[in-house]
């Protein structure tokens, strides 16, 4: 079975340049703080504010910028700290989503959808996908050995132009399996 490294996404946004201008001003450029893993995609040194019915946490900003804005939450922020109802979705399905406030130091968004809790997925280039047999929008397993191992079924494969091999979770699914850097996972197709 061929070995995946497995990375966990923690809470985050991505925005639109619509919103990313009420937030921080006319024109605002993101700062990258850190490239992460996908192609072009990096971790910015701006956070905004999400504030819900029970609370607010702080949110990274993912860039680049996307055409939509969207929250990515784990379930467990979503119900114990900001009482929002958690949805699931893969990334960029937001229609029919919770909304939130979001609070930036020169102004507020109201966002009337775009929080999801993101699907596990898997993501691959075109050529890995070929090697591994998959192809974009397949289901797949990711089995994660250890003291708290289990298998992830409902893998959704997202492949294409932009995409490097790697399983991404959330923070409650980190927990769940006892995720640390350097895990990797079987795939199971």
Excluded at 98 to 104: F, I, K, M, T
Excluded at 165 to 184: M, V
Aim: aromatic letters at 4%; hydrophobic letters at 35%.
């Amino acid at each position: 079975m061929p070995k995946i490294i497995v990375e966990v996404s923690a809470r985050h946004c991505h925005l639109s340049q619509k919103d990313l201008d009420k937030l921080f001003g006319k024109g605002y450029k993101l700062t990258i703080m850190k490239k992460i893993s996908q192609p072009g995609q990096f971790s910015a040194q701006e956070e905004i504010k999400i504030v819900g019915s029970k609370g607010e946490m702080k949110l990274r900003i993912v860039g680049p910028i996307r055409d939509k804005t969207q929250v990515e939450l784990p379930v467990t922020d979503c119900y114990r700290f900001l009482g929002i109802e958690p949805v699931l979705r893969v990334s960029g399905d937001i229609k029919g989503t919770p909304g939130a406030l979001l609070v930036g130091p020169k102004g507020k968004v109201e966002i009337k959808e775009g929080v999801i809790v993101a699907q596990r997925h898997l993501h691959v280039s075109d050529k890995e996908a070929k090697d591994l047999g998959v192809k974009n929008g397949d289901l797949v397993s990711v089995k994660i050995g250890g003291v708290r191992g289990l298998t992830f079924d409902k893998v959704i494969v997202r492949s294409g132009e932009g995409h490097k091999k790697s399983f991404q979770i959330d923070t409650d699914e980190g927990n769940a399996c006892g995720w640390r850097p350097g895990t990797y996972g079987e795939l199971i197709v």
